[in-house]
């Protein structure tokens, strides 16, 4: 990156360094920073919205409808999270194939379960083998993205589920008698309300996720903690920057960084906290009326 | 989800546009000299230079991707892609599950690192990589096999006390253990396996014999000597 990065042997320390933390593999490792925030950007609303569909499902008067929300919430739940991640993201993936093979390749006739081996169509593969790599990392960002929305979604449903059903019954009643419809109860009284009872659950859900973001490297995608481990282990002089085992230091710059974001969150989520107890009928909101 | 099914479509859209299949290369990147990510980021190490070599004489289009060792067989069988070209000895475990090409570097001699040279090598705490052969070679000796999922931690255990030695391919040992002020070989090398080869599918057997033809003309024009001098000095020559 420096003029001076020529011969990184003959620095001097400070401008050895210099050179060292700018080298292409340190770029693709403060990249991989940005991955993880743009993972936890778009999975958290994702996860909710399947959260949110999953506790209307479970509380829906039709009873297969109920059944769905609740057999997601407790199936997804009771899974471990590591076997979910190896399990369903090949099963997804494999099943995109299949059918896509089922779509272009009508006439294959070999089987496509064969032994050890999962052989689709070379047009079925997804992406295709001559798609230029980024394809292949944003189709596997994209199968991660929906792998943690799902698992986490199943969370935030059994929260939300429990927010919805923790609103005074008073309160729906008086509804009911103004003459709302059960939808406009739901919209009016029930989902502007429930948040207040949800968000301790849902921020319990964000600092997991925030904190489960290194099972990414299990999907393919080569995230933080890939790198701190990958740049910090001992390298020798088939290196241009030769250097011991400095794996400490990297997983101490990793340490800091999930600390300062879980401090964020935790000061987003008390200035969250505030705003939905405004004018509730909770020990929350009566301090926030007194003052 | 909207996120999901758009990409979804770009990406099956994009699959219609190009014929010719690109080769993908499955390698670890953590296992120099063989295979190890430099410093601008990319694959780079003796099979790199091979690859691109046999890639070239093959007149294959080829991509390099790099995957964890654990599951770098499964991940090849399931067709995330075509080869491994990761350091990986033949052996008849291995060949149950995927084909090998003809080996292109002669049977490696492993050897065991440790602090001292009289460490005890037959009941002594031996680390390995998971998945390798010297880890079931340890395995199936007197010594206690502790696995580790890189190279690198194998070395570093070593260091810090937690095991009394390790057992690599020397090829991989050498430059460590030169360079160190620490380390040491110990007891006798041990030859595993048989020769080093290119991974592919079973049911892969073009490609396999494209590269049989590529390694025979490497080995017969002295092309692969150089790199072996290049990257693996310590190693026999073909």
């Not at chain 1, 995608?221 to 390298?235: F, M, P, Q, S």
Request: hydrophobic share 45%; proline share 4%; with cysteine.
């Amino acid at each position: 990156m420096f003029g001076f990065c020529i011969d990184p042997t003959q620095l001097e320390t400070a401008r050895w360094l210099a050179c060292y933390l700018t080298t292409g593999k340190h770029f693709a490792f403060y990249g991989s920073f940005v991955t993880v925030i743009v993972l936890l950007l778009v999975t958290a609303p994702v996860a909710l919205a399947f959260g949110f569909g999953g506790a209307i499902a479970a509380r829906s008067p039709l009873l297969p409808l109920r059944w769905l929300g609740k057999g997601y919430t407790a199936m997804v739940r009771g899974v471990p999270d590591i076997a979910f991640f190896l399990f369903f993201v090949i099963a997804l993936d494999q099943g995109l194939e299949w059918m896509v093979h089922q779509i272009r390749c009508p006439d294959w006739t070999e089987p496509i379960r064969d032994g050890h081996e999962f052989r689709v169509c070379p047009q079925a593969k997804v992406p295709n083998s001559s798609a230029a790599q980024l394809w292949h990392e944003i189709y596997n960002f994209t199968l991660a993205i929906f792998t943690f929305a799902i698992v986490f979604g199943a969370f935030a449903a059994n929260v939300l589920f429990g927010a919805m059903n923790a609103i005074p019954r008073a309160q729906l009643e008086t509804a009911e008698a103004y003459g709302m419809s059960r939808r406009q109860v739901f919209r009016r009284i029930v989902v502007p309300q429930m948040w207040v009872y949800a968000l301790p659950g849902l921020s319990n859900l964000w600092m997991i996720l925030v904190k489960v973001t290194p099972l990414l490297f299990l999907l393919g995608v080569e995230d933080i903690v890939y790198w701190a481990r990958e740049l910090g282990g001992a390298k020798t002089q088939a290196f241009t920057y030769p250097h011991p085992d400095w794996r400490l230091y990297y997983f101490l710059g990793l340490l800091v960084f999930y600390l300062a974001l879980t401090k964020l969150s935790e000061v987003v989520f008390l200035h969250l906290m505030r705003r939905v107890s405004l004018g509730q009928s909770t020990m929350g909101g009566e301090r926030l009326r007194a003052g | 989800m909207n996120s999901l099914i758009t990409a979804t479509a770009i990406l099956v859209l994009g699959a219609t546009m190009s014929l010719a299949q690109t080769v993908r290369m499955g390698t670890e990147g953590a296992y120099p000299p063989y295979n190890f990510i430099n410093d601008n980021g990319e694959v780079d190490g003796f099979e790199r230079e091979l690859g691109d070599e046999l890639c070239a004489r093959a007149e294959l289009t080829c991509e390099w991707v790099t995957n964890e060792w654990d599951s770098i067989i499964p991940n090849l069988v399931s067709g995330n892609y075509d080869t491994i070209i990761a350091g990986m000895s033949i052996n008849a475990e291995r060949d149950e599950v995927i084909d090998f090409t003809d080996p292109y570097t002669l049977a490696d001699p492993s050897a065991y690192a440790a602090l001292s040279a009289d460490v005890d090598l037959d009941g002594g705490v031996i680390a390995a990589q998971t998945g390798t052969i010297q880890a079931s070679h340890i395995a199936a000796s007197g010594a206690t096999l502790v696995e580790f999922a890189t190279p690198d931690e194998t070395i570093a255990a070593v260091r810090n006390g937690e095991v009394d030695a390790v057992l690599a391919d020397k090829g991989f040992l050498e430059p460590i253990v030169s360079e160190s002020n620490d380390l040491t070989f110990a007891g006798e090398d041990i030859l595993l396996g048989s020769g080093i080869g290119v991974g592919v599918r079973e049911s892969d057997t073009e490609l396999k014999e494209k590269l049989n033809v590529a390694i025979a003309s490497m080995k017969e024009d002295g092309t692969l000597n150089e790199l072996l001098a290049k990257w693996l000095p310590e190693l026999n020559r073909w």
